[in-house]
């Protein structure tokens, strides 16, 4: 059982340039999130989808877009990466808004 | 304004047994959970209360007190692999998660 795969795993990118993150779930969840995770910040939330084909911004979206096209994947993309941008990115699903939440094993970004 | 407290770290030794104190300031309120994160890894659910009281899984409680704001995190039998931190999150009315910056605990032999 797979869960949420997210890809990659770690990533080093110079700054100004797209990434995008991949994030993919087997379970079936309506739900789907994607979250930044800073030394000594509690997890803070960039953007959700309650369901396929909508989307909707979470506490810190800027520089940063995502789309829900199907029910498994919900990639997260960086237009034009910037430093602060640097963080460990998880990617969690729920098969109901506020429900228990299950993560990816997260993507290390560094923009330098 | 929305928030989330909880101790930034805390030491404790193996077989003892240790509460970890979550306080919560949220516009409504629709639960409380707990994650556990290891170092390097992603959270994975420990617990969800919505109502007053204590629930009980095993080495580990977690309690609810809605009036008070308070939430805490019971750890017994301490063991070497529950080093971890540990996240509270509360639902707000609009059923989103606001979550804390976790306490990080330490185990000693």
């Known amino acids: 059982i797979a869960g949420i795969t997210q890809a990659p795993t770690s990533q080093i990118l110079a700054a100004g340039r797209r990434m995008t993150l991949r994030c993919t779930q087997d379970?079936?969840?309506?739900?789907m999130y994607w979250y930044r995770q800073d030394l000594g910040l509690g997890l803070r939330l960039i953007h959700y989808?309650?369901?396929?084909?909508?989307?909707g911004k979470g506490e810190v979206p800027d520089g940063y877009s995502v789309s829900r096209a199907n029910t498994d994947d919900f990639p997260l993309t960086l237009a034009s990466a910037v430093p602060s941008q640097t963080s460990v990115y998880f990617c969690?699903?729920?098969?109901?808004?506020?429900?228990?939440?299950?993560f990816g094993e997260g993507s290390r970004l560094t923009v330098l | 304004g929305q928030n989330i407290d909880q101790p930034t770290e805390m030491t404790a030794t193996e077989g003892a047994i240790v509460q970890i104190n979550c306080t919560y300031q949220?516009?409504?309120?629709?639960?409380l959970f707990w994650y556990q994160q290891h170092a390097g890894e992603a959270p994975t659910f420990l617990s969800y209360?919505?109502l007053d009281g204590l629930e009980e899984k095993g080495r580990f409680s977690s309690f609810l007190s809605r009036s008070k704001g308070y939430s805490y995190l019971l750890l017994k039998e301490l063991q070497m692999k529950d080093s971890a931190s540990y996240l509270c999150?509360?639902?707000?009315?609009?059923?989103?998660?606001?979550w804390g910056a976790g306490t990080k605990l330490i185990i000693k032999p």
């Open positions: 969690a699903s729920s098969d109901r808004g506020a429900g228990e939440l299950f």
């Open positions: 999150a509360a639902v707000d009315s609009n059923y989103q998660l606001i």
């Open positions: 989808s309650n369901t396929a084909g909508t989307t």
């Open positions: 379970m079936r969840h309506n739900a």
């Open positions: 949220t516009s409504g309120f629709n639960g």
């Open positions: 209360n919505v």
